[in-house]
T-cell receptor, first 112, second 114 residues
Framework: QQQVKQSPQSLIVQKGGISIINCAYENTAFDYFPWYQQFPGKGPALLIA?????SEKKEGRFTISFNKSAKQFSLHIMDSQPGDSATYFCAASTGGYQKVTFGIGTKLQVIP | ETGVTQSPTHLIKTRGQQVTLRCSSQ?????VSWYQQALGQGPQFIFQ???????GRGNFPPRFSGLQFPNYSSELNVNALELDDSALYLC?????????????FGPGTRLTVL
């Protein structure tokens, strides 16, 4: 059972464009929703995270939008750069920052 | 400050064998979590060790077992290897156990089972 569904699985965006990745969850007990960035040969690294009492969180070019009633959340990368090319995972957990359930991942390629 | 390190980097085993993977946690961290990342998939939580005790387990069979040592480093042991065990095994260290603080991932060990 895939508790966190992520789409699309791959994404190609022009430099300067907006990258959008969507996720949906089933378990209403989830109370922490992080996004991770993974480069080839590296482990995932926390990018940005949100709690369900907030509808939007912005850090630099990265924004999470959260819709609690729809059980959906999304990552927007503004002004996408070639250095943003990586695999992005949405995730969710209950009660803290650990024991995280990951989505399948989105491979983002930003082309010049 | 040293980050999370894992050894070995790559490993090739045959079906039925046993394997041990190692993880050194980041300085100041007392919690280690292990994840399995199959090719093209997101990481799946295997289990967590907090102060040398198992502190939560995902949907993995008992042939996946672990240890945490007094210096908070950890081992993941897998017995009776199956072809589907081929994956990148990630460890993540953190402090506080369970909730606690953000977890930091190591680069992983790539296990291939033939």
């Amino acid at each position: 059972q895939q508790q966190v569904k992520q789409s699309p699985q791959s994404l190609i965006v022009q430099k300067g464009g907006i990258s959008i990745i969507n996720c949906a969850y089933e378990n209403t007990a989830f109370d922490y929703f992080p996004w991770y960035q993974q480069f080839p040969g590296k482990g995932p690294a926390l990018l940005i995270a949100i709690r369900p009492d907030v509808s939007e969180k912005k850090e630099g070019r990265f924004t999470i939008s959260f819709n609690k009633s729809a059980k959906q959340f999304s990552l927007h990368i503004m002004d996408s750069q070639p250095g943003d090319s990586a695999t992005y995972f949405c995730a969710a957990s209950t009660g803290g920052y650990q024991k995280v359930t990951f989505g399948i991942g989105t491979k983002l390629q930003v082309i010049p | 400050e040293t980050g999370v390190t894992q050894s070995p980097t790559h490993l090739i085993k045959t079906r039925g064998q046993q394997v041990t993977l190692r993880c050194s946690s980041q300085s100041g961290h007392n919690t280690v979590s292990w994840y399995q990342q199959a090719l093209g998939q997101g990481p799946q939580f295997i289990f967590q060790y907090y102060r040398e005790e198992e502190n939560g387990r995902g949907n993995f069979p008992p042939r996946f077992s672990g240890l945490q040592f007094p210096n908070y480093s950890s081992e993941l042991n897998v017995n009776a290897l199956e072809l589907d065990d081929s994956a990148l095994y990630l460890c993540a260290s953190s402090s506080g156990g369970g909730g606690g603080d953000e977890q930091f991932f190591g680069p992983g060990t790539r296990l291939t089972v033939l």
